[in-house]
């Protein structure tokens, strides 16, 4: 078993991803947190490990000035036809950031810290080039989820798309966050629709030339049921049964 995530995972990974619009997005978790937060406009703002870059694009269109980072150049390929007008574009490791010291009033990620053995050194990272009374929005797999079953299953027989992950408990990442020295001011849980599953289920059969619908739609009354049932759990149990979770902090 591949006992890393490393770059050639990530170039693979976007290369074939050759049509932005065939990649799902964040569904405005990230853009729409960052707001409760903090003033948008006229914020220096850096995402590492971007991706497609359309988040970091949305954060541009508010009246930020965003940088996106990223090591693959695949990645950066798709970043470059997104979004390449509206963003700054850098290629960068996460653990060495070509920036100075307290250069951004925020810093973000998600999908990104659960490839590092020791996330301390990429948090670590983040918070220098944060300025003081900037935000780090930090966006990861949940740990209590089928999905870390079926992943792991995946990386013991070799399958797994990015060779290596890990996941955090709401708790368990807030630790993490605050043993760096952040002040921790929020966290939330995403639940994704359509379902994990179903992402993964299309992205294989688009490699056969069949493209399932992105968004597939359902009996409108069912999707009244789910959101009505969602609201009737305590917010802890949302947290902690979603698939992904955010720790959202200040740096002091």
Not at 103 to 118: D, I, T
Request: include cysteine; aromatic fraction near 8%; charged fraction near 20%.
């Amino acid at each position: 078993m591949t006992r890393a995530s490393e770059r050639k995972h990530w170039d693979s990974f976007w290369a074939a991803s050759r049509n932005v619009d065939d990649v799902y997005g964040t569904d405005r978790r990230i853009i729409d947190t960052l707001a409760r937060h903090i003033s948008i406009r006229g914020t220096a703002v850096l995402e590492v490990g971007a991706g497609t870059g359309r988040d970091a694009g949305a954060i541009a269109s508010l009246g930020a000035t965003v940088v996106a980072l990223d090591y693959s150049e695949e990645s950066l390929r798709l970043m470059h036809s997104a979004v390449g007008s509206s963003i700054g574009i850098v290629c960068g490791d996460a653990l060495k950031l070509p920036f100075m010291s307290e250069s951004f009033g925020v810093v973000y990620h998600q999908g990104l810290l659960e490839h590092f053995r020791n996330p301390a050194e990429v948090l670590d990272e983040n918070i220098r080039v944060l300025k003081h009374g900037g935000i780090l929005l930090v966006d990861v797999p949940q740990k209590y989820h089928y999905y870390t079953i079926l992943k792991h299953i995946l990386m013991v027989l070799g399958m797994w798309f990015a060779g290596w992950e890990t996941e955090f408990s709401a708790a368990g990442l807030k630790r993490l966050v605050e043993s760096r020295g952040m002040r921790v001011v929020g966290i939330y849980g995403h639940t994704m629709s359509p379902p994990i599953w179903y992402r993964g289920l299309r992205r294989v059969v688009l490699k056969t030339g069949v493209k399932l619908p992105m968004y597939p739609r359902g009996p409108g009354w069912l999707a009244k049921i789910r959101v009505a049932i969602r609201t009737m759990i305590p917010e802890s149990v949302r947290v902690n049964t979603a698939l992904v979770i955010g720790c959202v902090a200040e740096k002091p």
